[in-house]
């Protein structure tokens, strides 16, 4: 055999004699997988790594400076605690004493006082002078105008109150039973359920009271109320006596002078006149001479002046 024979070919790798671990054999599927799954990691690492990028609104909102409160509390706390000691000294101090009024003082603030309430009372009577005028000359102008425009027509008459004959009635008595002169005015005020009204004269009164309380036609056992009135040129008291059976009622009406103004007083007659004759007494300054207890009711003892008085001015104005 020759050398050549003995020679191995070229481009064979030379075998080895020792044995060797043969490697597994790796199929084209698994590597292109395993090379999907590292570029997806890496992908998410570097999505992982990036930050979000801000989202703007279309409009930037405004940024709000905060206020420092505590640096404020901070300031008043010695402001405070300053103004303590000073209100505490304005809480020790006494008040102030009220000066007293000189006799001298009261005397002419009294007589200031007086002087207005005649200037009052002066300015009063001639208002209402020029009021009445006014109405007499108000009432004669229509009257006028009311004839001529009904001139040819004559109005029908009026039909007569269902309360007339209770009004006839009562004035009929005091006529015939008191005295001619005791009834100065009779009227049904159809404004307040057409009550018989009347007014009399005021030295008839108390006979008129009697004649009310006590005839078998009349027998008004209960005096309803009493009231006062101020009409600046005259005082007035309105009485309402009741007849509790038959439920008729009446407004008498009893004037006096306004500058001494007196009614002789029905206490005895009807006990419910008691206080009501007081409250007059008191507020409007109508005596009423045979009362039992005349004196104030409402106002203090030496109260001056008469508060329901058109005329009234007040002695104290801080009151």
């Known amino acids: 055999m020759s050398e050549n024979d003995n020679r191995e070919p070229e481009g064979q790798p030379e075998a080895s004699s020792s044995p060797v671990a043969s490697e597994p054999t ?3 599927a698994q590597v292109e ?24 609104d279309t409009q930037p909102a405004a940024a709000v400076p905060s206020e420092p409160e505590a640096p404020a509390a901070q300031t008043e706390a010695p402001a405070t605690q300053a103004e303590a000691p ?15 009024e000189t006799d001298e003082e009261k005397a002419a603030r009294r007589k200031a006082a007086l002087e207005a309430r005649e200037a009052a009372k002066a300015a009063a009577a001639q208002a209402a002078a020029q009021a009445a005028q006014a109405g007499t000359d108000g009432r004669a102008a229509a009257k006028a105008g009311d004839g001529e425009s009904s001139e040819g027509e004559e109005a029908p008459p009026k039909p007569p109150s269902p309360k007339q004959p209770l009004l006839d009635k009562v004035t009929r008595l005091l006529r015939e039973l008191v005295a001619e002169d005791a009834v100065e005015e009779a009227y049904i005020n159809e404004a307040n359920d057409h009550l018989p009204t009347l007014v009399v004269k005021n030295e008839r009164w108390l ?16 005096l309803r109320n009493v ?4 009409y600046e040129t005259y005082m007035e008291v309105v009485y309402y006596p009741l007849n509790m059976d038959s439920r008729e009622c009446y407004c008498v009406k009893v004037r006096a002078d306004r500058e001494l103004p007196s009614v002789g007083s029905v206490t005895p ?10 409250e007059i007494y008191d507020l ?12 104030r009711i409402m106002m ?15 002695l104290d104005p801080e009151v």
């Open 227 to 230: 009231s006062g009135v101020d």
């Open 269 to 278: 007659i009807w006990e419910t006149a008691n206080w009501n004759e007081r």
């Open 86 to 100: 000073a209100a505490q000294e304005e809480a020790a101090a006494p008040p102030p004493a009220r000066r007293v």
């Open 33 to 56: 997988s395993a090379q999907t799954e590292t570029a997806q990691q890496e992908k998410a690492q570097t999505e992982t790594a990036q930050p979000e990028p801000a989202t703007t």
């Open 26 to 28: 790796v199929e084209p």
């Open 207 to 222: 006979q008129a009271a009697s004649l009310f309380r006590n005839h078998t036609d009349l027998q008004c056992s209960y």
């Open 300 to 314: 203090p003892d030496d109260w001056v002046g008469h508060p329901l008085r058109k005329d009234y001015v007040p």
């Open 284 to 295: 409007l300054g109508i005596d009423f001479p045979g009362h039992p207890d005349l004196k």
